[in-house]
């Protein structure tokens, strides 16, 4: 790729091969393998086999980038919530909380490489302070739909709420471990095998 | 802390406030907190308030600690495993799983520095990747577990055992992201509802 540090071309538009979106995927695949903290700009330009210049038309900052994945993963959970949520307005909390776990891998299956990234966000900048916040967020709204269903009686009431909502996130989340789209394993087998296990058990009624 | 640069002192024998076992702990803490390749012996000297030469008295090298604690981790769930086989040899795979779960979280709880380290290894150098064998061949094990529990009709059969291990597995790290020793939770409270949400699920039966 030719050195197109002289173009001018307004920063949102792209350029042939490198649209925004191409920019985003690889630099959160770059941030994912070498960690965002360790990577520059420079980096990223050489991934993209561009001039340090012409990185700046496509992006102003790092941290746009950053910023643009972990929205991804968020309104993405965040859409993943409320649809499981309205898809089912007038039924149990259990039903709803059932849907939001298997929406989440989905979510996870389809966003894959924007979660690991959110997933490995520590809070060392603004951006990744208010990423943190509404994670939080969304952790609440699972405990107050695990005490909904713990109140109507469809959950176990012998585990405290805050450590069930932890344990089915902590579980969702521990598949950028290892699922891999196109691998052995297909997303909608993984989210019925994971609501399977966490709301019937393993063991057989 | 003065300079003790000039001290000969054997390696392996320690000095005053600052014996192997001290100086391992600082170094899994640094490492956890900023990362292992981020982290130089420079770094670790400072940490403990000693010269860049006196550390070396305490420690050959950055890797034989990173070693040290990744066996304090893998024997550890080594020994977690074979204790609750052991507990009960005649019992069914069924019981023999669930202790090895429960047993789990106890060591995590127990060497919650050392898991954590041992979960970020990536396989960045021999001993990172001799580490990471070792894990394969514990995951193994437990699939092994799982398929005897299966076999035996102790446990469902309609998921992939793969996938099982994994997921008891994901769950059961995912605990060091957020549980801490002397925090609201206690250790035995969380090994009974990691267990009780795998094998007996959330809804009631």
């Known amino acids: ?87 089912d307005p007038g039924g149990d909390a259990y039903q709803r909380l059932r849907g939001v776990v298997e929406a989440s891998v989905h979510l996870l299956a389809e966003h894959l490489p924007a979660v690991t990234l959110l997933l490995r966000v520590r809070g060392n900048s603004a951006v990744q302070l208010a990423a943190l916040e509404r994670r939080r967020a969304i952790d609440e709204k699972l405990t107050t739909l695990v005490r909904a269903a713990v109140d109507e009686g469809t959950l176990r009431d012998d585990l405290a709420p805050e450590v069930i909502s932890r344990l089915l996130f902590g579980m969702v989340n521990s598949l950028v471990e290892w699922y891999r789209p196109g691998g052995p394993v297909a997303a909608d087998d993984l989210a019925r095998s994971v609501a399977t296990l966490a709301f019937d058990g393993l063991h057989p009624r």
């Open 1 to 87: 790729m030719r050195d197109e540090g002289e173009d001018q071309a307004p920063v949102r538009r792209g350029r042939p091969g490198y649209d925004q979106e191409t920019v985003l995927r690889r630099a959160i695949d770059l941030f994912n393998a070498q960690g965002y903290d360790a990577t520059s700009m420079g980096d990223l330009a050489r991934e993209l086999g561009l001039s340090k210049s012409a990185i700046y038309h496509h992006v102003p900052s790092k941290e746009t980038l950053l910023s643009a994945a972990l929205d991804e993963a968020l309104d993405g959970l965040t859409a993943a919530f409320d649809t499981a949520v309205d898809a």
